[in-house]
C-alpha cells in the first residue's frame, strides 16, 4: 500500500511586495506485510512501514501594531519577508506478530524516527550593536510610537545599516 499527499496553500498574508507566503507540504506512507495461513498451528505476520514527509513554510509569528491591524489585519511587514520553517521527518516501523491459535500472541515493534527542523524567524530588531540597541518584536508592537526607529525597520521605511 503506498499513500501521497500533498497539499499547500499560499497563505492569507500579503507582503509589500507580494512576495512568498503560505506553505507547501508532502506526506508520503508505503506498507508491505507478508503472512502465513496456518489454521492448526503458529502464524507470523511481518509489516514494515516507512513514513517521509517535508514542509516548506514561508508563515510568521511576526504580528501588527494596533494602527496596521485596523487598517490591514493580512498584511506582512517587511522584516518578516524572510521567515521560514523547513522541516523533513522520516520513519521506518518494523512489526512482528507471531500467534498460536488465538491462545497466545506476541507483537514486537522497532523503530526509527529522524525530525528536522530549520527556523528562520525574526526574533528582534537592533539598531546598532549593543544589547541597549536590541528591542523584541512585542516591545516594537506594542509601542510603535517610542520605538519608531525599531518599528520603521521592521517595516521597511528604514533600513539597517549600522557602522562598526
Do not use: C
Amino acid at each position: 500500500m503506498v499513500e501521497y499527499l500533498r497539499y499547500q496553500s499560499k497563505g492569507f498574508r500579503r507582503d509589500e511586495p507580494d512576495n512568498r507566503t503560505g506553505f507547501k507540504r508532502n506526506d508520503l506512507i508505503a506498507k508491505v506485510s507478508a503472512q502465513t495461513d496456518n489454521p492448526d498451528g503458529v502464524n507470523h505476520l511481518f509489516e514494515l512501514k516507512f513514513g517521509f514527509a517535508n514542509e516548506t513554510s514561508d508563515e510568521t509569528y511576526v504580528g501588527l501594531s494596533e494602527a496596521d491591524f485596523a487598517l490591514r489585519p493580512y498584511f506582512r511587514y517587511a522584516g518578516a519577508q524572510r521567515d521560514q520553517l523547513t522541516t523533513r521527518h522520516m520513519q521506518w516501523v518494523g512489526t512482528y506478530v507471531v500467534e498460536k491459535n488465538n491462545k497466545w500472541k506476541i507483537t514486537t515493534n522497532l523503530y526509527y524516527n529522524h525530525f528536522f527542523r530549520n527556523w528562520y524567524k525574526l526574533n528582534d530588531v537592533r539598531v546598532g550593536h549593543t544589547k541597549a540597541e536590541k528591542r523584541s518584536i512585542a516591545d516594537v508592537l506594542t509601542d510603535p510610537d517610542t520605538n519608531k526607529d525599531y518599528f520603521d525597520i521592521l517595516t521597511g521605511a528604514k533600513d539597517y545599516l549600522a557602522k562598526r
